[in-house]
């Protein structure tokens, strides 16, 4: 099998007018986390040899939670194959494709979808206080950090920031994060996510003692 990464797998699909929502057509494998007028998050479950049906997805990153290997049929029925690196990123562009799991294990992934026509140009952080972060995936439209928090780590009340979040929780943790509008969280699960839109004010705190890993896609 010929190993392609799932940017390589996806960078041709034609856009066809057939394909639909894939929470729509395919609810038992795309399960919508949240949904806003910045982005909608879906949860993408496929057990081994489980099949897609034909979808279509705007300019959206992939954050695969194991790995795994899936096959893409693409509109004019070319077959590629993507291995989905655990805790990884990839940005894929707008495009129609039906899906497979070929490896052993689930396909279980963070899908993040785009909605904005073009994208934005907030200036992302190099570095943030309290958190180390390195870029695992980039393009014009947002920056995916693997970032670890310190145990001290804390944004006071009425923090803001120029840019929108998603956060993806990489396994159990204590952190603190009220942002206005939105019920706090402070006990997370891996796989859990929260956004934080640019200019609304927030607070975090690593209340657990120690470093705790989590995704955090910081869009222009």
């Not at 496929?46 to 939670?65: C, E, I, M, Q, Y």
């Not at 655990?86 to 495009?95: I, L, N, R, Y």
């Not at 019920?183 to 690593?206: C, L, M, S, Y």
């Amino acid at each position: 099998m010929k190993a392609l990464t799932l940017a390589a797998a996806l960078a041709t699909l034609p856009l066809v007018a057939a394909a639909q929502d894939p929470a729509k057509v395919d609810p038992g494998h795309y399960k919508v986390l949240l949904d806003n007028a910045t982005v909608r998050v879906l949860k993408v479950s496929v057990a081994p040899g489980g099949k897609t049906p034909a979808h279509a997805h705007p300019d959206s990153l992939l954050v695969p939670l194991a790995d795994g290997t899936a096959r893409f049929t693409l509109g004019d029925g070319k077959v590629e194959d993507a291995v989905l690196a655990k805790e990884s990123a990839v940005f894929t562009p707008a495009g129609t494709h039906t899906g497979a799991n070929t490896g052993a294990g689930a396909i279980d992934a963070i899908l993040i979808e785009f909605k904005a026509a073009s994208p934005g140009k907030a200036t992302l952080p190099t570095s943030r206080p309290g958190l180390q972060q390195a870029v695992l995936a980039e393009s014009p439209r947002a920056v995916a950090f693997k970032t670890t928090t310190a145990p001290d780590f804390q944004e006071p009340a009425g923090s803001t920031h120029e840019f929108d979040q998603v956060v993806i929780a990489l396994g159990p943790s204590d952190v603190n994060l009220a942002v206005e509008g939105q019920p706090p969280v402070t006990k997370w699960q891996r796989g859990d996510v929260q956004f934080i839109g640019r200019g609304v004010a927030h607070e975090a705190k690593n209340t657990g003692g120690k470093p705790v890993n989590m995704m955090i896609v910081a869009i222009k």
